[in-house]
């Protein structure tokens, strides 16, 4: 029983993680009045710079918190 224990929590911390980061994401979309997927699209450089590190911190973040 104890793997089956592990393998829900790992399950149910993956999902909680999906939806946090897609939070995170949505909220930075929101927040900000660039649409910078668009951007990305026609080849601009610096907005897909960004949006990585958007994406990089959020997963810190994310990965502090489940950790803690």
Avoid: H
Avoid at 26 to 53: C, H, S, T, W
């Amino acid at each position: 029983m104890p793997v089956l224990q592990d393998v829900l929590a790992t399950v149910g911390w993956t999902i909680l993680s999906v939806v946090l980061f897609y939070g995170g994401v949505r909220l930075f979309d929101l927040l900000d009045p660039i649409d910078y997927q668009a951007e990305v699209r026609k080849g601009n450089m610096a907005a897909g710079i960004l949006l990585a590190a958007v994406v990089v911190a959020l997963a810190g973040i994310i990965i502090a918190i489940i950790f803690t």
